[in-house]
C-alpha cells in the first residue's frame, strides 16, 4: 500500500513538471503566433492525436463510443467552462496583467479546487491538509520572491487583468474537482480527456475563424520552434500531464492531488534556467525542497500523521471496553 502512494506521489511531481513546460515553451514560441492559436490550436491537435488512441481503448474493451446526449451532457459543462473558457480567459488575463501578478493569482487554484471539492466531492480538509497547504505556501513564498517584488496589486489598470485571470484560475480549479466526478461515473481518462476536448475545441473553432483567424501556411513557416512547442503542448501539456492526473485521481481525493500545484513556480524556475538561461538561487532550491515535502505529507504520511495526532482519542474507547 505504502509502494502505491509512493508511486502516486511520484506521478502528482511528474504531472505537475509536465504543467509546468507550458510558461517557458510559450515564452520560446514568442509572438510568432497569435495568442488564440497558441492557446487553442494545441488543444485541437491533442484532441485529433488522442480520438483515434480512445478508439483502439475502446476496441480493445469491446465497447463503443459513449457519445450518446447522456454521456455528453456530462461533458458539456467540463469542456465549456474548464476547457474553453478557461484558456480564453488565461489568455486574455494574461495579455491584462502582469506576469508576476499572474505567478501569485495561480497560486489561489488548489484553494479553489478544495472548495470545489468540499461542494461537488464532500471532501473534507483534516489538520495534516491544513499544515501542507501552509507548509506549501511557504515554499511558494521562497520559491516566487521575484514575482512577489515584482508583482503590483495596487495599480488600477491591471484590475481588470487581475479578476479575469484569477476568473480563468477559478476554472481550472472547477475542472480539476468535477473531473473527480466523471471518474465516479466510470469514465476512462482517455475518455475524459477526449470528450472534454472535443466540446472545448468545438467552442474555440469560432474564435480562430473570426477573432484571430487561423493560417495553416503562416502556421507550418512560424518556424522549427514554434512548432515543436505546439506539438510538446498538444501532446504534454494537454494530453499525457491529464491522462496522468486522471489516473491519480482514481485513488486519491482531489484536494490531495492538486496540492502539488505548488510545485509549479519551483518547476517553472528551474525550467527558466535551464531552457532559458535565468539564474538558479539558494532560496529557490530550499522552497522547492520544502513544497516537495508537504506534497509527500498529504500524499504518502497523511494516514501514518493522523494516526500520531489521534492515537490518544484511539486508545481511549479500547480502555473503556
Given at each position: 500500500?505504502?509502494?502505491?502512494?509512493?508511486?502516486?506521489?511520484?506521478?502528482?511531481?511528474?504531472?505537475?513538471?509536465?504543467?509546468?513546460?507550458?510558461?517557458?515553451v510559450i515564452r520560446?514560441?514568442?509572438?510568432?503566433?497569435?495568442?488564440?492559436?497558441?492557446?487553442?490550436?494545441?488543444?485541437?491537435?491533442?484532441?485529433?492525436?488522442?480520438?483515434?488512441?480512445?478508439?483502439?481503448?475502446?476496441?480493445?474493451?469491446?465497447?463503443?463510443?459513449?457519445?450518446?446526449?447522456?454521456?455528453?451532457?456530462?461533458?458539456?459543462?467540463p469542456g465549456l467552462i474548464g476547457i474553453f473558457l478557461m484558456q480564453y480567459l488565461y489568455t486574455v488575463g494574461s495579455r491584462m496583467t502582469?506576469?508576476?501578478?499572474?505567478?501569485?493569482?495561480?497560486?489561489?487554484?488548489?484553494?479553489?479546487?478544495?472548495?470545489?471539492?468540499s461542494v461537488f466531492l464532500n471532501e473534507k480538509l483534516n489538520i495534516v491538509r491544513i499544515l501542507s497547504f501552509a507548509l506549501a505556501i511557504i515554499g511558494v513564498l521562497l520559491t516566487s520572491t521575484s514575482d512577489i517584488s515584482g508583482s503590483d496589486f495596487k495599480q488600477g489598470e491591471y484590475f481588470a487583468g487581475n479578476l479575469v485571470?484569477?476568473?480563468?484560475?477559478?476554472?481550472?480549479?472547477?475542472?480539476?474537482?468535477?473531473?473527480k466526478k466523471l471518474i465516479g461515473k466510470n469514465y476512462t481518462e482517455l475518455e475524459i480527456l477526449v470528450y472534454s476536448s472535443i466540446i472545448g475545441s468545438i467552442a474555440a473553432i469560432p474564435l480562430l475563424i473570426w477573432m484571430e483567424p487561423f493560417s495553416i501556411t503562416g502556421f507550418i513557416n512560424s518556424g522549427k520552434d514554434a512548432l515543436l512547442g505546439i506539438l510538446e503542448l498538444s501532446v504534454i501539456v494537454y494530453g499525457v500531464s491529464m491522462l496522468l492526473?486522471?489516473?491519480?485521481?482514481?485513488?486519491?481525493?482531489?484536494?490531495?492531488?492538486?496540492?502539488?500545484?505548488?510545485?509549479?513556480?519551483?518547476?517553472?524556475?528551474?525550467?527558466?534556467?535551464?531552457?532559458?538561461?535565468?539564474?538558479?538561487t539558494t532560496m529557490m532550491l530550499v522552497g522547492g525542497f520544502i513544497i516537495l515535502a508537504s506534497t509527500l505529507m498529504v500524499s504518502v504520511y497523511e494516514k501514518t500523521i493522523m494516526e500520531f495526532f489521534y492515537r490518544d482519542k484511539i486508545k481511549e474507547p479500547i480502555k473503556n471496553k
Amino acid at each position: 500500500m505504502k509502494v502505491s502512494r509512493v508511486s502516486d506521489w511520484s506521478l502528482v511531481i511528474v504531472f505537475n513538471f509536465m504543467w509546468a513546460t507550458q510558461v517557458p515553451v510559450i515564452r520560446l514560441i514568442g509572438n510568432r503566433l497569435g495568442e488564440v492559436a497558441v492557446a487553442f490550436v494545441p488543444m485541437l491537435i491533442s484532441t485529433i492525436i488522442f480520438l483515434p488512441i480512445l478508439g483502439l481503448e475502446n476496441k480493445k474493451r469491446k465497447v463503443s463510443f459513449r457519445w450518446r446526449w447522456n454521456d455528453i451532457k456530462d461533458f458539456i459543462i467540463p469542456g465549456l467552462i474548464g476547457i474553453f473558457l478557461m484558456q480564453y480567459l488565461y489568455t486574455v488575463g494574461s495579455r491584462m496583467t502582469l506576469a508576476a501578478n499572474a505567478g501569485i493569482i495561480t497560486l489561489t487554484i488548489p484553494v479553489i479546487v478544495t472548495i470545489f471539492a468540499s461542494v461537488f466531492l464532500n471532501e473534507k480538509l483534516n489538520i495534516v491538509r491544513i499544515l501542507s497547504f501552509a507548509l506549501a505556501i511557504i515554499g511558494v513564498l521562497l520559491t516566487s520572491t521575484s514575482d512577489i517584488s515584482g508583482s503590483d496589486f495596487k495599480q488600477g489598470e491591471y484590475f481588470a487583468g487581475n479578476l479575469v485571470f484569477f476568473m480563468a484560475c477559478a476554472c481550472c480549479g472547477f475542472y480539476n474537482a468535477w473531473c473527480k466526478k466523471l471518474i465516479g461515473k466510470n469514465y476512462t481518462e482517455l475518455e475524459i480527456l477526449v470528450y472534454s476536448s472535443i466540446i472545448g475545441s468545438i467552442a474555440a473553432i469560432p474564435l480562430l475563424i473570426w477573432m484571430e483567424p487561423f493560417s495553416i501556411t503562416g502556421f507550418i513557416n512560424s518556424g522549427k520552434d514554434a512548432l515543436l512547442g505546439i506539438l510538446e503542448l498538444s501532446v504534454i501539456v494537454y494530453g499525457v500531464s491529464m491522462l496522468l492526473y486522471f489516473y491519480v485521481l482514481h485513488r486519491m481525493d482531489v484536494t490531495q492531488a492538486i496540492l502539488g500545484n505548488y510545485l509549479l513556480p519551483f518547476f517553472i524556475a528551474l525550467l527558466g534556467v535551464w531552457l532559458l538561461k535565468e539564474s538558479v538561487t539558494t532560496m529557490m532550491l530550499v522552497g522547492g525542497f520544502i513544497i516537495l515535502a508537504s506534497t509527500l505529507m498529504v500524499s504518502v504520511y497523511e494516514k501514518t500523521i493522523m494516526e500520531f495526532f489521534y492515537r490518544d482519542k484511539i486508545k481511549e474507547p479500547i480502555k473503556n471496553k
